[in-house]
T-cell receptor
């Protein structure tokens, strides 16, 4: 099993819909998780971090963490064409040097 | 600009040459991470440095790659005798020292092309 796993997509949703991006992780990844957005040819941009079980909301974005299921997700409400990008899920290693383990990324396409 | 800075943004080298990539962390940050993104692949950790110390280099290839973060000046990732397989985007990220802050902020990256 990969340490952080994402479905590469593409995930296609119509404008205004909710986009749901999912990520699973192994025991070797610690309990801090991050969602980054990466536009083609650009660098990763932090969207949200989540450390505790449950939901964390920031504007149109909600991150959800379920430690029992080793599952973290990102919901994007009212999706816009400008949300079209690759979304990277990352977790910290339990050894706590702070290095991040990234999933392959999920490509999101929001169609007008 | 208080963000993470990297230069050059694009670097072209011929096989066998050396590549030097520079990273200046955000103001107040003393933790620097280097990641590599090969074409159509995810980001892979390479090395973690603090000032004058390499903390974790478990992701660095054993040969030709080295990194430093001197007391003064930027962090440098050095690739000797580059090969075509080194062509990738190299990203630097920095993190602050506040307890409980794990968030890393990425620079714009250096895109290395080996001819």
């Amino acid at each position: 099993q990969k340490e952080v796993e994402q479905n590469s997509g593409p995930l296609s949703v119509p404008e205004g819909a909710i986009a749901s991006l999912n990520c699973t992780y192994s025991d070797r990844v610690s309990q801090s998780f991050f969602w980054y957005r990466q536009y083609s040819g650009k660098s990763p941009e932090l969207i949200m971090s989540i450390y505790s079980n449950g939901d964390k909301e920031d504007g149109r974005f909600t991150a959800q963490l379920n430690k029992a299921s080793q599952y973290v997700s990102l919901l994007i409400r009212d999706s816009q064409p400008s949300d079209s990008a690759t979304y990277l899920c990352a977790g910290g290693r339990a050894s706590n040097t702070g290095k991040l383990i990234f999933g392959q990324g999920t490509t999101l396409q929001v169609k007008p | 600009n208080a963000g993470v800075m990297q230069n050059p943004r694009h670097l072209v080298r011929r096989r066998g040459q050396e590549a030097r990539l520079r990273c200046s962390p955000m103001k107040g940050h003393s933790h620097v991470y280097w990641y590599r993104q090969l074409p159509e692949e995810g980001l892979k950790f390479m090395v973690y440095l603090q000032k004058e110390n390499i903390i974790d280099e478990s992701g660095m290839p054993k040969e030709r790659f080295s990194a430093e973060f001197p007391k003064e000046g930027p962090s440098i990732l050095r690739i000797q005798q580059v090969v075509r397989g080194d062509s990738a985007a190299y990203f630097c990220a920095s993190k602050g020292t506040t307890v409980g802050t794990d968030t890393q902020y990425f620079g714009p990256g250096t895109r290395l092309t080996v001819l």
